[in-house]
């Protein structure tokens, strides 16, 4: 499976170790990356806010050259998933491709619609198939309880995301499960992390951040794992700002999703990058009989 | 034939804070054909089983909004949510008052926290008092025009998406889905006045809460979309004043460094948004940050093909209105 691989601006700078943990885990279940030097970002949704067409064009031209390519599109990212999809869907209203065609054309880019764009949570459980992820378990993550946390724009709005269920989605569940794992289901789950107003106001964006730390470990995780690096800023670089505000401690490590997919295939925690968490993953290494070394 | 039924299970949150502690959940089981709305279910639990069970229903049909409910966790209409699907997914149908509004008694909240929003973005147009409009042409508009604010007027003010919103959760301050969503409404309509006078007050004043997380759009029963109004309503914002709050800066910021680079440099963001101040305030857990992620302070190579980016941004983006 070749796929262009979207690794989104944090994976390439503070969530680096995200990165690390894809490539390791696409390398070991024989997934090859294409890589585009000339991808730019998916606007975060912000760019959305500041100019709808804007976005539409900017990702336009992104899908573009996948398509050149003859690839579909692999993110790691729940917003760079939700914005890469939002250009498609948005495309197929004749004025605004008119718009973005306009812009495009004179520089030679033309993208007919035919990328796909797949979140890595869908290619593992649906081209590689859970089945043959199971196979190449070497470490069960027995006895770990995971709350997965799916990010908004991987589920939201599901009529444009075409995601499984928004409200009820059970792939991320089911790869835990895979995975050796005891997936933990909770309200949260499917809830917002607070990140897009980190910086707008940070105490309201950490009290959201705390409330779904405390609802995963009220129904019992040992950690939360997100396919999305953005939420991973919310709940793990400010968790210590988000246990301040609400005024209790949360400690509750938070994973990458292809970290738990790594560490199940046999990957050292440091491989994976484990070790540039700000909440320590240690009491949930444990668990399932590692630690890291760095 | 009737349909056949199956045994439905209700765990009904029960709360009368006059004379309870706390709230408790009852269980009542009947049997039901799986058409049933949950509403039509409670309706029979009061009648045939309990008296007390207090709910707000009206209409039974969708339209007046009263009946707004969770089931499930979900904010939804009980009379257009039916048992099955729920007893399918769930093995039994939990269903409690909606959130961010205080319980009045069981299934009843206290609506007034929405309303005063509702109300604080004045929900009406704002004519022109010197030049009135036409006799007999008082509503004309252009299909076009109507076009713009189609979906909100199908909003009934079932407060569904208020109960979903976590920015209402976690700051009362926060307007709602279902304000944003009216003001959005106003501003594009074309013979208000106001417009540019909502768009300033409504900044500082809640608009750059939204997390676009889109909960309100999946909860809202009748399509109104109220973060894509949400979306509009900032773009509209930032068209008229540019970046003036920490939010719209953010946004504002968040183009240029695309423009610049192709890609996020994490800190100027932050910067931007912040100012020189507000990054300083952040300086701790910059510095915390930092130590396990020093790639927070290196900026990006610009892309290739960054020059394509700076004609598609000429092409499409225009600067703010003067005097803004």
Redesign the interface.
Known sequence: MRLAYYPGCVAQESGKELDMATRWVCRALGIELAEFPNFSCCGSGFVDEANEVLNVAINARNLAIAERAGLDVLTICSTCQGMLTLANVRLRDPAVKGRVDGALKPLGIEYRGSVRVKHLLKVLTEDVGLPALKAKVVRPLGGLKVGAFYGCHLLRPADEMGSESAEEPHAFEDLLDALGATPVLYRGRVMCCGFPIQFVKPETAQRIAATQIDDAKAHGADAMATPCPLCHISLDSFQNKAARTVGHALDLPIFHLPQVVGLALGASPDELGLPRHLVPTDAALAKIGTRAVA | MPEATIPAEFEVYRFDPAKDRAPRYQRYSLDLAPHTPVLSALLRIRAEQDPTLTLRYSCRSAICGSCAMQVN??SRLACETQIGPEME?HGTIVVEPMRNQPVLRDLVVDQAPFWQQYEGIEPHLILDPQHPMPEGRATSMTPAQVERFKETPRCIACAACYSAC??V???PG?PGPMALAKLYRFVVDPRDTAARARLVRIQPNGL????????C??ACPKDV?P??RI?DL??LA?AEQGGT???SR???G??E??RDR???S?MK??RQ??GVL?LASQAG?GI??WR??P??L?R?PP???LD??E???E???TPPKEGS
Not at chain 2, 208 to 215: E, I, K, N, S
């Open positions: 966790s979900k997914r976590p920015a959760s976690a700051d926060f750059w809460l939204c997390l676009r997380c889109h909960l759009t999946e979309r973060s894509e979306r900032k773009e930032i709050e920490n939010g953010h946004a504002v968040f183009k460094n695309i192709g890609l996020l994490e963001i932050v948004t912040s507000g857990q915390r940050i396990k992620k790639e927070i290196k990006p892309i290739e093909g394509e980016l004609k598609i941004y092409a499409l983006d």
